[in-house]
């Protein structure tokens, strides 16, 4: 028996095989896990029919996180499914393309500012609370990712810091108003890792080798090391731990520069 027997874990963002998300699933699924996901749009309906199917998974819900209307539907069905639920693992974010590239002034504008702190920051929140009356009884765990740029400048990732970094602020507040109910809020900082998501940001290839070189472990992460943090902090075994940030990015955010 893993150590997430018992629980049911709802998993938003799956989009490939590719994605964290789906590491997270896979390690999920090893440890025990009962699992739920969504998928945004009808174009990835099929390939997350087929992830859930190798997890033993049926439940594969609609969900755009930009619609108050889309998030009741998706746990009205999922409520057909599960009356109650142990884990929420949000794997969410988005910026227009073109936002991501060049300086930070001149990418920056007010349309792609908002779909940024929607889609990457406010859907948590969103989520959380349309989770809340399936979690509540059940000493629940709330999970979302995030990125060093939420506390540092990093190059071409431009407004996704500041969206991160009201995700990472959200974790906080969601945590000291869910933990009197037993229910845990926090976020895996991860490495860069060769996701689809990533290869939006202009430069992502230097990246990766910037943090190989400087890394106290001297490599980049995988995509399993962040799946196997998630199911810990998602555990029991991580029952005293929550409002955190836990960095999994072979400690470069440790590192000063290189010398």
Request: charged content about 20%.
């Amino acid at each position: 028996m893993g150590f997430l027997s018992g629980k049911r874990a709802l998993i938003v963002g799956v989009a490939s095989k590719r994605s964290i998300a789906w590491a997270i699933a896979e390690s999920f699924a090893e440890q025990g896990a009962e699992l739920a996901f969504t998928y945004q749009n009808e174009k990835l309906k099929s390939r997350v029919d087929e992830i859930a199917e190798q997890t033993d998974s049926n439940i594969n819900i609609e969900l755009d996180v930009t619609s108050d209307e889309s998030i009741e539907n998706c746990f009205a069905e999922l409520k057909n499914h599960w009356d109650e639920f142990d884990i929420l693992v949000h794997s969410v974010g988005f910026a227009p393309r073109e936002a991501l590239a060049g300086r930070f002034l001149e990418a920056t504008d007010r349309e792609s500012w908002s779909i940024a702190q929607d889609i990457s920051a406010y859907s948590l929140t969103a989520l959380s609370r349309a989770a809340y009356p399936f979690m509540k009884e059940r000493q629940g765990s709330v999970l979302t990712l995030s990125y060093l740029g939420a506390v540092r400048s990093v190059k071409n990732y431009n407004l996704m810091g500041p969206a991160k970094a009201a995700l990472e602020s959200s974790v906080r507040f969601l945590a000291a108003d869910l933990g009197g109910e037993g229910i845990r809020v926090n976020a895996i900082s991860a490495g860069p890792i060769k996701t689809l998501a990533a290869s939006g940001v202009a430069g992502f290839r230097e990246m990766l080798n910037g943090y190989a070189e400087m890394a106290p472990l001297k490599r980049n992460i995988t995509a399993a090391e962040v799946g196997n943090a998630s199911a810990f902090l998602c555990s029991d075994l991580a029952s005293g731990i929550t409002g955190q940030v836990l960095y999994v990015d072979a400690g470069f955010n440790i590192t000063g520069f290189a010398g």
